[in-house]
C-alpha cells in the first residue's frame, strides 16, 4: 500500500473535474460526486493506515517520493509525501469529517446558486489540507498552508453580496499574512541552520541546533501558528469568518484547518524539544487564548459566533498541551474537538436551516420540539465539550490538565487553574447556547413584540448567514433538516461520544493513541502517576458540573419563578447576561463586554492600523508622483547626487 | 580596445574582418529580421496578409532561439569565446539572457497581434522595432565593451521610446512617449558619463581589460573611479525602474499601449540587469564590491518597499503592475547585491520567470482594456470571474505567482533571490525581501478580489474579446509559470550553468 | 607660461554637463530640454577626447563617433514625439503634458 499520493490526488481529481464539469454535474451531482472523492480518499487512507498497522511499531513511516522539485547544489527539495502515525491520525479525522461535511453540505446549500462552486472550493481545501499535513518537507506544508489559507478565504467570501462577508475574508487574509511570515522567516532559519526542509531529515539534526536558534525558530514557527489556528494576538478572524457558509465553518473553522497549527508544532517536536523557554510561550498563549475566548464566548448571542469563540478557546487548549510537552494529549484533544465540534456547527447549520437563516440565539427556544435529531446530537456534542464522562472531550481535556499539572513549564500551576477555569467556562456557555436555543419559551414568536420598543435582531443583523432572505416571522413553524444533513450529525455524535475510548487513562495497554503517536513524536512529557490523576479528573468534573448548574439556574430561574422575572428577562436579553454577571460575582458583563470590546476594538484596530498606516504612506508618496516630468529629472538628480555623495565618503578609502 | 573596433569597421569597407558571424547570429538574426520585415513589407505594400509581420516577427525569434540552444552546446564545448577583437562575449550568461528576449519578443508579437487588429492601427513599424528592440538587448547581453554596451542600450531604448508613443491617437501614448524619451536621455547621459569617468580611470572600455586593470593597480586618486561607478549605477537604475529613479515607470507603463508596457517590463528589464551584472558583478565585483554593494543594497531595499507600497493604493491596474515591477526589480537588485554566482543565477531565473508572469499579465490588462486600451481601472476587472472564467483563471495565477505563491515560477524566484541574500550573510536583506513579498500579496489580492467577489461592471462597456493570438501568447505565459514552479529543474540548472565569464580579448 | 592641461578640460566638460542637467530640470519647453540633453551628450564627447589624448589612446576618440550617431538617433526620435505631441497640444510646455499621475 504505498499509493500515498492517491490520498490528496483524489480531492484534487475532484477540484479539477468539478472545474470543468461542475455546471454539468450541477445540483446535488457536483455535491454528490466531489462527496465520494473525499469519501475515496477516506478510505485510502484507511488502507494506508491498515498497511501501516501491520508494519513493526518502528517502522510505521512510508515515505514516497514522487520527483524532485527544486535541486541546486546540496539543496534538495522533493514533492514526497510521508505517511506516518501523526500525519495518517490527521488525514483519518481530515477525510472522515470532511466526507461528512461534504454530504451535509449536500443538503445544506441546496438551491443555491453557486452550488457546484462552492464543492470546487471545498475539494480544493481538502486535497490541500491533505497536502499541508502528508507533506514529507516543510515547503510542501507550507503550500498546504497558503492552499487552506486561500480556500478559507475564499469560502468565507462566498456569499460576497455582502461586503461585510468580503470584509471578513479580507481580515482573515491579512491576519493570515502576518503569521505566514513567520513560517517563512522559520522555514528559511530551519534550513540556513540544518541545511534541509525535510521532515525526516530534521529530526537526528535537530538536537545539533543551538538553544537559540531553536528557540528563535520555535517561535516563528508559533507566530504562524497563531495566524492560523487563531491565538492571541490573531485570533480575531475566526469569529468573523463565521459570515462563510456553516459547512465550511465546520470543516475549516473548527475540525481542520484551525488545527494546523497545532499539527504543525507537533510534527516539529524534535525542534521544540530543544527550543527552551518558547514552549513556555506556547503554553501561555495557548492557555490565556483560552481563557479570553471561553468569557467572549459568554457574551455572544449569535449562535455561531458562541462555537467559533468557543473554537478558539478550545484551540488554546492544544497549544496548551504542545506547550507543556503533552503531544499526544493535544493531539487526542484535536480528535475529540473535531468530531463534537463538526457536529455542534452542523447542529447549529441545522437550527439556522431550520430557522429561515436567523441566527440571533435570543430567538430561538423550545426547539427541541421541532428539531427531535438535531437536538439529540447536539446534546452529545455539548456534554462532550463540557467534559462530562464518558463522552470523548473528557477524555482529552482531562489528559491536557493533568500533563500541564506534572509539567516543568513556568508557573504551571497557574496554567493548571487557567485550564479549570475555562473549563468551567465552557461548561456555563454550551449550557447557555443549549437552553437559549433548546429550552425555554418559542422567543420567535414574539420578537416583534418587545416591551421597550426595541427590535431584538436590529444589533445582530448583520451577522445572518443571508444567502437567501427569508425572515423569521411569529408564525414560523422549524422543520427538522433533510436526511442529508441529519446523518452526518447521527454520525459525527457517535463519534463525539466513543472518540475518548482511543487514549484511555486506565494502565498502559489502553493508551492507543499514545503508542500509535509514539514514534514521531520526541520529548513527550510525563503524564503524572495514576492517583493524582484520577483526583484531577473528579476535579474536573466537578468544575464542568458546576459550570452547567450555574448556568442551569442562571437560565431556568425565569422558568422556576416565571411571574417574578419573566417580563423583563425575557424581554431584554441583556439582563440575562447581568445575571450570570450576578452569579459569577466577577467584575461582571463589563468585563466580558470589555473582552468582546478589547478584540473589537485593540486587536482589530492594530490590524486595520497597520494595513491603514502602509495605505496612507503609499498615499503620501502618491504625491511625489506629479505626472510632471521635471519632478521626475528632479527625483533623478536627487538621487544621483546622493549617490555621488556617497562614493565622495569612499574617496581615498 | 575600441580603436580595436573601429579597425575592423574600417577594414570592413576593403575586406571582412574576422568575425565569426556564427557566434552572433541571434543579435544578427533579430536585427536583420527587423529591417528585412521593413524591406519586404515596403516593397510589397498591401499585398500581403495581416498576420504576416507578425509571424515573421515570431520565426525570426524562434531562429534566434535555435541559434541560442546550438550555441549553448558549443560554449559548453569549447568554451567562453570573446569575439568581434573582445567586444562581445560569448557565454552561456549572456546566450540565458538572449534565450528570454527571444521568448519576450514572441510573446511580444503575439500579443502585439492582438491588439493592431483591435485599435485598427496598422503597419509593420511595430514588429519593426520589437524586433530591433531585442537585438539591441540581446547586444547588451552579451557586450564586453562599455561602448558596445552603451549602443546595445541605447537601440533597445530608442526603439522602445518610439514604441511606447506609437499610438498617436491617444495622447497619453504620446504622452508616455515623451516621458521616456526625456528621463532616458537624461539617464543615458549619465550613464555615459560614467562610462567616460572609468575610462579615463582604467584607461579602457573593455571590461576584461578594466577587470585585470583594477585587479593589477591599486587606484590611489579613486574619485574618478567611484564617480564612474555611481553614475553608471544611475543610468542601470533608471532602466531597470530601481527607485529613487523610477517616477518615470508608472506614468509610461500605464500610457504606453499595454503589449509594449509587457515588453517594457519584460524585455528592458532584463537586458538592463543582464548590463548590469556584466558590469558591476563581473568587471568590478572582485576589486570595487565594497563600494558599490552599499549604493545597489539602498537602491534594493528602497525598490523593494516602495514598489510594493505605492502599487498597493493603486487603482488602475496597468499603473499597479508598473510598481509591482519596480518591487520586482527590487528582488533582482537583491540577487545582484549579492554579487555572487549564486546571486546572478538567481536574477537569471527571476528574469526568466518574471518575464513569463508579467507578459501573461500584461496580456490579460490588453485584453481586458477593451477597444480603445482604456478600461485599465481596478472596477473594470469586476465580474471577470463570471464573463470571462478562463481568463480571470490565467489572471489569478499570473498574480498569485507574482505574489510567490509556491507551484508557481514566482516562488521558486523569489526563494533563489533571498537564498542569495542570505548565503552571501545580508540575512537583514532576505527579511526585508520577504516582508516585501508579504505587503505586496495584497495588491494582487485586490484585483483577484475585484474578478470574483464584486459585482457586475457597473455601466456596459464594450465586450471582452480575447484574440487567438493573444490566446497563444497568454497560454504559453501559463505553461512558463506553472512549468517553472512544478518542474524547474532544468532551468535551475541552466541558471546555475549560466555563469558570466570575461574573456580577455586575443591580439 | 600657463599651460591648459587636460584637467581643465574636463573641468570644463563637468561644468557643460552640470549646466545640462540643471538646464533640464529648470525649463519647460521641451526643445530647450532636448537641447540639454545635448549639451550633456557633448560634454561627456568632451570628456572621452580629453582622456584619450592624456592617456594616448585611441578608444576615447572612436567612442565619441559612436556617441555623436546615438545622439543623432536620439534626436531623430525625440522630434518625431515632439512633433506629434505639439499637432494635438500646439505648446511645447512639458508642465502641461501630465495625464498620467499618482
Known amino acids: 500500500m504505498t499509493a500515498v499520493w492517491l490520498i490528496p490526488a483524489l480531492p484534487l481529481l475532484g477540484f479539477v473535474t468539478l472545474v470543468v464539469l461542475g455546471r454539468k454535474f450541477g445540483d446535488p451531482g457536483a455535491g454528490i460526486f466531489a462527496a465520494c472523492m473525499v469519501g475515496l480518499s477516506f478510505l485510502g487512507t484507511l488502507g494506508v493506515f491498515a498497511h501501516l498497522l501491520s508494519l513493526p511499531h518502528e517502522e510505521r513511516a512510508i515515505s514516497q517520493t514522487l520527483f524532485t522539485w527544486i535541486s541546486s547544489g546540496s539543496f534538495k527539495v522533493s514533492i514526497g509525501f510521508l505517511a506516518d502515525p501523526l500525519s495518517i491520525t490527521m488525514c483519518l479525522f481530515i477525510t472522515g469529517i470532511g466526507a461528512l461535511i461534504h454530504i451535509y453540505s449536500v443538503g445544506y446549500m441546496k438551491g443555491d446558486p453557486k452550488f457546484s462552486k462552492f464543492f470546487v472550493y471545498l475539494n480544493l481545501f481538502v486535497a490541500s489540507m491533505l497536502l499541508l499535513v502528508l507533506g514529507d518537507n516543510l515547503l510542501l506544508t507550507f503550500l498546504g498552508w497558503e492552499g487552506v489559507g486561500a480556500c478559507s478565504y475564499l469560502l468565507i467570501s462566498f456569499w460576497f453580496t455582502d461586503p461585510k462577508n468580503a470584509s471578513a475574508g479580507k481580515k482573515a487574509f491579512v491576519t493570515n499574512r502576518v503569521g505566514d511570515f513567520g513560517f517563512m522567516l522559520a522555514t528559511f532559519l530551519v534550513w540556513v541552520t540544518l541545511g534541509t526542509v525535510n521532515y525526516e531529515q530534521i529530526r537526528p539534526l535537530a538536537p545539533g541546533l543551538a538553544a537559540g536558534t531553536a528557540t528563535a525558530i520555535a517561535l516563528l514557527f508559533f507566530l504562524g501558528a497563531t495566524g492560523k489556528s487563531a491565538q492571541l494576538p490573531l485570533f480575531v478572524w475566526l469569529p468573523d469568518a463565521m459570515a462563510g457558509p456553516t459547512p465550511v465553518s465546520a470543516l475549516i473553522h473548527a475540525a481542520t484547518m484551525v488545527t494546523a497549527g497545532v499539527y504543525l508544532l507537533t510534527r516539529l517536536s524534535p525542534i521544540m524539544a530543544e527550543a527552551g523557554w518558547a514552549n513556555d510561550v506556547v503554553a501561555w498563549v495557548g492557555a490565556l487564548t483560552a481563557l479570553v475566548a471561553a468569557c467572549a464566548a459568554i457574551a455572544q448571542n449569535d449562535i455561531k459566533k458562541v462555537l467559533a469563540y468557543s473554537t478558539v478557546s478550545q484551540l488554546g487548549y492544544m497549544f496548551l498541551a504542545v506547550g507543556t510537552q503533552s503531544y499526544v494529549a493535544a493531539v487526542f484533544h484535536m480528535i475529540t474537538h473535531a468530531s463534537f465540534k463538526a457536529l455542534l456547527f452542523l447542529g447549529s447549520g441545522s437550527v439556522i436551516h431550520a430557522m429561515a437563516h436567523e441566527q440571533d440565539m435570543r430567538k430561538y427556544g423550545n426547539l427541541r420540539k421541532y428539531l427531535p435529531i438535531t437536538y439529540a446530537t447536539f446534546m452529545v456534542g455539548w456534554l462532550a465539550i463540557a467534559g462530562i464522562p464518558p463522552l470523548s472531550g473528557f477524555w482529552s481535556k482531562d489528559e491536557i490538565l493533568a500533563g500541564v499539572f506534572n509539567a516543568k513549564t513556568f508557573g504551571n500551576l497557574a496554567l493548571w487553574v487557567i485550564g479549570m477555569a475555562v473549563a468551567l467556562l465552557t461548561a456555563f456557555y454550551m449550557t447557555r447556547q443549549v437552553i437559549m436555543t433548546f429550552f425555554g419559551e418559542e422567543k420567535w414568536r414574539h420578537a416583534e413584540v418587545d416591551a421597550h420598543g426595541h427590535e431584538l435582531h436590529a444589533d445582530e443583523e448583520d451577522a445572518v448567514d443571508d444567502h437567501d432572505h427569508h425572515h423569521l416571522t411569529p408564525d414560523h413553524t422549524p422543520h427538522e433538516s433533510p436526511i442529508s444533513m441529519t446523518l452526518p450529525l447521527v454520525v459525527l455524535a457517535g463519534a463525539a461520544a466513543v472518540a475518548g475510548l482511543l487514549n484511555l487513562p486506565f494502565g498502559d495497554p489502553l493508551k492507543f493513541l499514545e503508542h500509535w503517536l509514539e514514534p514521531t513524536i520526541v520529548g513527550e512529557h510525563e503524564l503524572p502517576p495514576g492517583w493524582v490523576q484520577a483526583l484531577l479528573s473528579l476535579a474536573a468534573v466537578a468544575v464542568a458540573v458546576i459550570g452547567i448548574l450555574g448556568a442551569r439556574a442562571v437560565y431556568f430561574q425565569k422558568k422556576v419563578d416565571p411571574a417574578k422575572i419573566e417580563k423583563p428577562v425575557f424581554a431584554h436579553a441583556w439582563y440575562i447576561d447581568e445575571t450570570y454577571a450576578k452569579f459569577m460575582g466577577g467584575p461582571g458583563e463589563t468585563a466580558f463586554e470589555d473582552v468582546a470590546q478589547f478584540d473589537q476594538k485593540i486587536v482589530d484596530g492594530a490590524v486595520n492600523g497597520i494595513a491603514g498606516g502602509t495605505v496612507g504612506l503609499g498615499n503620501r508618496l502618491k504625491g511625489l508622483q506629479t505626472g510632471l516630468v521635471r519632478t521626475y529629472g528632479l527625483g533623478m538628480a536627487i538621487g544621483a547626487v546622493a549617490l555621488l555623495a556617497y562614493v565622495v565618503t569612499r574617496i581615498g578609502g | ?507 | 607660461m600657463f599651460t591648459l592641461t587636460e584637467t581643465w578640460y574636463l573641468v570644463l566638460a563637468a561644468l557643460i554637463f552640470s549646466i545640462g542637467a540643471v538646464g533640464l530640470l529648470v525649463r519647460r519647453n521641451v526643445l530647450v530640454m532636448f537641447m540639454c540633453v545635448e549639451l550633456m551628450l557633448n560634454a561627456v564627447n568632451l570628456t572621452f577626447v580629453s582622456f584619450s589624448t592624456a592617456l594616448d589612446d585611441l578608444g576615447g576618440q572612436t567612442a565619441v563617433f559612436f556617441v555623436l550617431v546615438v545622439a543623432a538617433a536620439e534626436v531623430v526620435v525625440g522630434l518625431g514625439i515632439i512633433v506629434a505631441i505639439m499637432r494635438r497640444r500646439q505648446s511645447a510646455d512639458v508642465d502641461d503634458i501630465s495625464l498620467m499621475r499618482g
Open chain 2, 1 to 507: 580596445m575600441t580603436a580595436a573596433v573601429l579597425q575592423n569597421v574600417l577594414a570592413s569597407v576593403g575586406g571582412l574582418p574576422s568575425i565569426e558571424f556564427s557566434s552572433v547570429a541571434p543579435s544578427i538574426i533579430l536585427a536583420l529580421g527587423g529591417v528585412l520585415l521593413l524591406t519586404v513589407v515596403s516593397v510589397t505594400k498591401d499585398k500581403l496578409p495581416v498576420w504576416f509581420p507578425a509571424v515573421w516577427t515570431i520565426s525570426a525569434a524562434v531562429a534566434a532561439l535555435c541559434t541560442v540552444f546550438r550555441l549553448w552546446i558549443r560554449v559548453g564545448k569549447w568554451g567562453n569565446l570573446s569575439l568581434i577583437s573582445g567586444a562581445v562575449g560569448l557565454d552561456r550568461f549572456s546566450l540565458f539572457v538572449i534565450g528570454t528576449l527571444c521568448v519576450s519578443v514572441v510573446m511580444g508579437a503575439l500579443l502585439l497581434e492582438g491588439y493592431l487588429r483591435r485599435e485598427d492601427l496598422e503597419g509593420p513599424e511595430w514588429y519593426v522595432l520589437l524586433l530591433l528592440a531585442a537585438a539591441g538587448g540581446t547586444t547588451m547581453a552579451a557586450a564586453n565593451d562599455l561602448i558596445v554596451l552603451f549602443i546595445g542600450l541605447e537601440i533597445l531604448s530608442i526603439a522602445v521610446y518610439i514604441l511606447s508613443a506609437m499610438h498617436r491617437r491617444r495622447m497619453s501614448s504620446l504622452e508616455s512617449g515623451l516621458k521616456y524619451f526625456i528621463h532616458g536621455a537624461f539617464a543615458s547621459a549619465f550613464l555615459l558619463y560614467g562610462i567616460a569617468m572609468v575610462y579615463g580611470a582604467t584607461g579602457s572600455t573593455n571590461l576584461a581589460r578594466i577587470s585585470t586593470f583594477l585587479a593589477d593597480n591599486v587606484i590611489t586618486q579613486n574619485g574618478l573611479m567611484l564617480g564612474g561607478i555611481a553614475l553608471m549605477l544611475v543610468g542601470f537604475a533608471f532602466k531597470v525602474a530601481a527607485v529613487p529613479f523610477h517616477q518615470w515607470a508608472p506614468d509610461v507603463y500605464q500610457g504606453a499601449p499595454t503589449p509594449v508596457s509587457a515588453f517594457m517590463a519584460a524585455a528592458v528589464k532584463t537586458a538592463a540587469f543582464a548590463g548590469m551584472i556584466r558590469v558591476f558583478v563581473l568587471a568590478l565585483g572582485p576589486t570595487y564590491r565594497d563600494e558599490w554593494r552599499p549604493m545597489v543594497l539602498a537602491l534594493a531595499v528602497l525598490s523593494l518597499l516602495v514598489g510594493s507600497v505605492m502599487a498597493l493604493v493603486q487603482t488602475n491596474v496597468k499603473r499597479m503592475l508598473a510598481y509591482s515591477s519596480i518591487g520586482h526589480a527590487g528582488f533582482i537588485l537583491v540577487a545582484v547585491h549579492s554579487s555572487t554566482a549564486m546571486g546572478t543565477s538567481a536574477a537569471l531565473f527571476y528574469l526568466l520567470s518574471y518575464t513569463f508572469m508579467v507578459m501573461g499579465s500584461f496580456g490579460v490588462v490588453a485584453v481586458v482594456g477593451r477597444k480603445g486600451d482604456g478600461h485599465h481601472q481596478l472596477s473594470d476587472y469586476r465580474g471577470l470571474g463570471r464573463i470571462r472564467p478562463g481568463l480571470a483563471l490565467a489572471f489569478t495565477i499570473f498574480l498569485l505567482a507574482q505574489a510567490g505563491v509556491p507551484l508557481t515560477a514566482g516562488f521558486l524566484s523569489k526563494f533563489y533571490v533571498i537564498r542569495s541574500a542570505i548565503d552571501s550573510g545580508d540575512t537583514a536583506l532576505g527579511v526585508v525581501a520577504m516582508l516585501a513579498a508579504v505587503i505586496a500579496a495584497f495588491l494582487y489580492l485586490r484585483v483577484i478580489v475585484a474578478m470574483y467577489f464584486e459585482g457586475e461592471p457597473g455601466d456596459e462597456v464594450a465586450p471582452v474579446k480575447v484574440p487567438a493570438a493573444v490566446s497563444v501568447a497568454i497560454g504559453i505565459a501559463l505553461a512558463g509559470t506553472l512549468l517553472l514552479g512544478i518542474v524547474p529543474d532544468p532551468v535551475t540548472h541552466a541558471a546555475n550553468e549560466a555563469t558570466a565569464e570575461l574573456v580577455a580579448p586575443r591580439r
